[in-house]
């Protein structure tokens, strides 16, 4: 005996291949604009700098109706004193070369702050000073300072927020990184992607804002690194929490705000970051996270047993 489909479960069948294939579509879109030129990059963080401030704040008149938010192009070129065809080509991503007078001009039209000036000097590929190499190894010092710091949990990362060194304390408080695999020990990859944490973050929203917005930060250098490349590619692919901040184009530094961490063995831990830099151009730090009162002291001594 033969079975019939229902007309109503052909249409939801072939609805239900059309998302599949639209959610596959726009994946594979997210992982091909991961692969950015510096330009390209540039344009984009223009753009999404300039939507974002209001006619008045600049002492503009807010005019009709504005097909975009913000700011217009004219606009930026009038109140930065550059031409509008050329700060077009800017936004667009076009190759032109940029002078650090011109490139400071439109940061303090667009209002940026310190790291988000920094940020667009890096991406016009105007040095802010000058570079030394990362830290590739860590010197047993650094190993040692890990353990004497313990009950506090301490951890040491590099630019990519990759994880070099970490203690007990942090895999008894936060993650015990001995159960990752070495290419998933990443800070913002665990953020999206890892489920078997020790703890839970209270402030989990602010957290991995600040961790995208670090992490853009520091791709403005490595645009051009395929080692860059491939993980932005692979975190766009997995989490698609992380590409939709993603687009927002933000920035920022590491954070030395408490964080309030809630333990499964001990309950709520108030801790705050403490950053040390271990490298002449600042991209390798260790993070030690330290108790802001007598009883997350007491619950960190605990754990430690």
Not at 36 to 62: C, D, K, M
Not at 174 to 200: G, H, Q, S, Y
């Amino acid at each position: 005996m033969s079975l019939s489909v229902p007309p109503a479960a052909d249409k939801n069948r072939a609805a239900g291949k059309t998302a599949a294939t639209r959610t596959t579509q726009e994946a594979t879109s997210s992982i091909q604009r991961a692969v950015v030129t510096r330009h390209e990059e540039l344009g984009a963080f223009l753009r999404s700098r300039r939507e974002r401030i209001q006619p008045e704040e600049v002492g503009l008149a807010p005019g009709g109706r504005r097909r975009t938010p913000g700011l217009r192009r004219e606009e930026v070129a009038l109140l930065a004193g550059v031409g509008v065809t050329w700060y077009t080509w800017l936004e667009q991503g076009r190759d032109i070369n940029v002078s650090a007078q011109v490139v400071e001009a439109i940061a303090r039209t667009l209002r940026l702050d310190r790291l988000e000036r920094n940020h667009l000097f890096t991406l016009a590929g105007i040095p802010l000073g000058p570079f030394k190499g990362d830290c590739t190894a860590l010197p047993a010092s650094v190993h040692r300072l890990l353990r004497q710091v313990s009950p506090y949990p301490a951890f040491v990362v590099n630019a990519r927020y990759d994880v070099l060194a970490y203690n007990e304390a942090y895999a008894k408080a936060i993650v015990n990184l001995d159960e990752v695999p070495v290419e998933e020990r990443n800070i913002v990859w665990l953020a999206f992607n890892e489920t078997e944490w020790k703890c839970r973050f209270i402030d989990a929203d602010d957290i991995v804002l600040r961790l995208v917005a670090g992490y853009r930060a520091a791709l403005a250098d490595h645009l051009g690194d395929p080692a860059w490349q491939d993980f932005t590619a692979r975190l766009l692919a997995a989490s698609p929490r992380f590409a939709n901040l993603w687009q927002r184009y933000d920035v920022a530094g590491p954070s030395a705000q408490l964080k309030l961490i809630g333990n499964s063995e001990v309950g709520l831990l108030r801790l705050e970051p403490a950053n040390l830099w271990l490298s002449q151009a600042g991209k390798v730090r260790a993070t030690v996270y330290t108790p802001a009162d007598d009883e997350t002291e007491r619950r960190l001594h605990q754990l430690a047993g």
